[in-house]
């Protein structure tokens, strides 16, 4: 969260309660068919609703709203002091990433190239741990 934002100096680690009392910034649920889901949010929480993790991240340098960011791209925000991390006493949430496509034909080209890509241990690694460069 941005410096400024008042829960940037609460005492930690920040409770439910602490969270429930300021807006959450949230990136909307992109799923055309089926269920939305919510990470991070408490039931009742007053949020502030974006369309990409981009902007998501610009409205935490702005203090419109707390919430949770990737390390990866705080990180660099986190080093200069234009955002601080505060620990919470929720447990964190690891979520798993799963790629699929068709298997009754052959792979196109763009995804004979993607595949080969995840072949690489070197495209491996810049997505688990270094995407902090990340296009967004």
């Not at 940037?8 to 807006?23: G, M, V």
């Not at 939305?36 to 419109?64: N, P």
Request: charged share 20%; with cysteine; net charge positive.
């Amino acid at each position: 969260m941005a410096p400024h934002h008042p829960l940037a100096t609460a005492r930690e680690p920040l409770s439910d309660l602490d969270l429930l009392q300021h807006r959450g910034i949230v990136v909307a649920d992109s799923v055309q068919n089926g269920t939305t889901q919510s990470f991070g949010l408490i039931e009742g929480q007053e949020t502030f609703t974006v369309s990409s993790l981009r902007t998501k991240l610009d409205a935490h340098l702005r203090g419109l709203g707390a919430g949770f960011l990737p390390e990866p791209i705080a990180r660099p925000y986190l080093a200069t002091g234009r955002l601080v991390a505060r620990r919470v006493e929720r447990s964190t949430r690891v979520a798993a990433l799963n790629c699929a496509w068709r298997s009754n034909a052959s792979p196109g080209q763009a995804l004979a190239w993607w595949l080969a890509r995840l072949d690489s241990p070197v495209t491996r690694r810049a997505l688990l741990e270094q995407h902090g460069g990340l296009s967004m």
